[in-house]
């Protein structure tokens, strides 16, 4: 084959994510099965394995592979878990947790990137697993709630008090907090009425925005 996918996602997993502090198989395999070229446009697929974002148009971008792993790793999932992830995009990181969980709900606030995602997700044979909103995810998927995990794919300003209320006790939200600079993402667990924040890495997302300030 002109383009060895398979081969590059193999070394993405062992230079990018084993080589550095990725030790959940769970999330090495997921990785190394889900074809990532397939959710960009074609005139990035030799991009797809680089260790850097991707564009996918509209001015968003699909996770560094690295990040995409850390912020899986960190949501400590089991399979029986029901998680929510805002900020779709390229649907990407909703294939990584619909390979280890029963259920996922992903919320994207810009329709025509929901859209795309979707199509890529029902082909590849993920939909069964996901649910798919649109909407402003800083207000969480209320309907679904409580989560055992929620991932935020998309920078705050501060932690939007909603996700913090849609966790179950015990569980997980890694969010990436700070705008435009200094962007930390943090791991909040919930332990009853107490939220434990812990700082992983520094980081650096697109922004986590209003519907007004989505151009149509
Ligand atoms: N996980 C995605 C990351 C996409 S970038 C991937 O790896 O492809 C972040 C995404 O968050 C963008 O698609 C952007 O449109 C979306 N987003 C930004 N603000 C949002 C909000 N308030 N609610 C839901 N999605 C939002």
Redesign the pocket.
């Known amino acids: 084959m002109l383009w060895d996918f398979e081969k590059r996602r193999k070394e993405m997993v062992e230079y990018q994510l084993r080589l550095r502090d990725i030790i959940d198989e769970r999330v090495l395999r997921a990785m190394e099965k889900i074809p990532r070229h397939l ?1 960009l446009p074609v005139e990035f697929w030799l991009r797809a394995y680089d260790d850097a ?1 991707v564009p ?1 148009g ?1 001015g ?4 560094q592979p690295y ?2 792993a850390c912020m899986t790793q960190a949501s400590l999932l089991k399979k029986e878990d029901r998680v929510l ?10 294939a990584v947790l619909a390979e280890i969980v029963d259920k996922v709900h992903t ?4 329709p025509h ?2 859209k795309r ?1 979707r199509e890529i997700l029902e082909e590849l044979g993920y939909a069964p697993r996901v649910a798919f909103h649109v ?5 969480g998927y209320e309907e679904a709630a409580p989560y055992n995990a929620i ?4 920078a705050a300003q501060s932690i939007p008090p909603a996700l913090t209320e849609q966790l179950a006790d015990g569980g997980r939200l890694v969010i990436p907090v700070g705008w435009p600079e200094h962007q930390i993402l943090y791991r909040i667990t919930r332990q009853g009425d107490d939220f434990r924040r812990e700082q992983l890495l520094g980081c650096i ?7 007004e ?2 151009k149509s």
């Not at 909407?135 to 207000?139: D, F």
């Not at 997302?205 to 519907?211: H, N, R």
Request: hydrophobic residues 45%; charged residues 15%.
């Open positions: 959710f974002p996918i509209e968003q971008t699909m996770s990040m995409v992830e805002v900020g779709t995009g390229s649907g990407y990181q909703t919320v994207e606030i810009r990137l929901a995602a909407a402003n995810g800083q207000y991932l935020v794919t998309a997302f697109v922004p986590l925005v209003s519907k300030e989505v």
